[in-house]
């Protein structure tokens, strides 16, 4: 299985503040990469497929990078409605393991 | 717009048979997308649970593969979990999805005597 690491587990910022979480691939995935949030009590959003393709609908303030093993998602202006889980999972091979989350809360 | 409803009993007794369906509206259970199930225990992150597509090729997590048969009814547009031989472990929401695009709301199901 392919393994997802993300970092940190959980942050604090401040509106407008830029914010970058990680995600490490224990084995190449090319851009088989998405990120979703997920507020209490909801199911998952998608917001980025493919590492980088913003899904529809999704503010521009949310951006995706990355190929192989290394990937991050970056808020560039954060929001107090971004306070949320966020999770990559790797679409690469089954099983299409998740990362263990990261938690944002807003200061 | 996809909209997917999971169904099924909160309640199931250990060593039982857990079973969802995911009603599909808004889409054809045979475009070609593939059907997940997820599963979140309670304050725990996601775990992918395994996914089946129109052709009936399925996809299983080996953590589960022994337990788990998923399957779809294209006649009532809906696909199906089964989990059997069920622990505490297993409770949690579960989540069916259509492609990472459309989810249901989730259902908590909980395994209790």
């Known amino acids: 299985d392919i393994q997802m690491t993300q970092s940190p587990s959980s942050l604090s910022a401040s509106v407008g503040d830029r914010v970058t979480i990680t995600c490490r691939a224990s084995?190449?995935?090319?851009?088989?990469l998405n990120w979703y949030q997920q507020k209490p009590g909801k199911a998952p959003k998608l917001l980025i497929s493919?590492?980088?393709g913003l899904r529809s609908g999704v503010p521009s303030r949310f951006s995706g990078s990355g190929s192989g093993t290394d990937f991050t998602l970056t808020i560039s202006s954060l929001q107090p409605e971004d306070s949320a889980t966020y999770y990559c999972?790797?679409?690469?091979?089954?099983?299409?393991?998740f990362g263990q989350g990261t938690k944002l809360e807003i200061k | 717009q996809v909209q997917l409803q999971e169904s099924g009993p909160g309640l199931v007794k250990p060593s039982g048979t857990l079973s969802l369906t995911c009603a599909v509206s808004?889409?054809?259970?045979?475009?070609?997308?593939?059907w997940n199930w997820v599963r979140q225990p309670p304050g725990k992150g996601l775990e992918w649970i395994g996914q089946?597509?129109?052709?009936?090729?399925?996809n299983y997590n080996p953590s589960l593969k022994s337990r788990v048969t998923i399957s779809l009814d294209k006649s009532k547009n809906q696909f199906s979990l089964k989990l059997n031989s069920v622990t505490a472990a297993d409770t949690a929401v579960y989540y069916c999805?259509?492609?990472?695009?459309?989810w249901g709301q989730g259902t908590l199901v909980t395994v209790s005597s």
């Open positions: 999805a259509g492609g990472g695009v459309s």
């Open positions: 808004g889409d054809s259970i045979s475009s070609s997308i593939w």
């Open positions: 089946i597509y129109h052709s009936g090729s399925t």
């Open positions: 084995q190449s995935i090319s851009n088989f």
């Open positions: 493919a590492a980088s």
């Open positions: 999972q790797q679409s690469y091979s089954s099983p299409y393991t």
